[in-house]
């Protein structure tokens, strides 16, 4: 059974910092693409961060470049999200989620596997 679980979220000021975790479980970790999306209230889910089966390629989405850095350890099989600069618009539901093509990609859509979601709330 695949289970990906999230940590890390919770309340912070404008231009704090926070570092979300995801711990992975039941599936092979390292032959995963890992995204990270955040879905706010009345919003669709939307694209934040995609790191590579190896941690050697990521992208981002416009609005969070910069200002966040995703990255992974496969020995731990997790993947995390650091994020700095917090704005009030960051402020949603923040998921991880695995992807079988191992370069990872933006839709959700394409991937397979997902977390619960961790609140992140940013207060101005």
């Known amino acids: 059974q695949v289970q990906l679980v999230e940590s890390g979220g919770g309340l912070v000021q404008a231009g704090g910092s926070l570092r979300l975790s995801c711990a992975a479980s039941?599936?092979?970790?390292?032959?995963?693409?890992m995204g990270w999306f955040r879905q706010a209230p009345g919003k669709e889910r939307e694209f934040v961060a995609t790191?590579?089966?190896?941690?050697?390629?990521?992208v981002y989405a416009n609005s969070v470049k910069g200002r966040f850095t995703i990255s992974r350890d496969n020995a731990k099989t997790t993947v995390y999200l650091q994020m700095n600069s917090l704005k009030p618009e960051d402020t949603a539901v923040y998921y991880c989620?695995?992807?079988?093509?191992?370069?990872?990609?933006?839709?959700?859509?394409?991937?397979?596997?997902w977390g619960q979601g961790t609140q992140v709330t940013v207060s101005s």
């Open positions: 790191v590579s089966w190896s941690g050697g390629s990521t």
């Open positions: 039941g599936l092979p970790f390292s032959r995963y693409g």
């Open positions: 989620a695995a992807d079988i093509y191992a370069s990872g990609r933006s839709s959700p859509s394409e991937y397979e596997y």
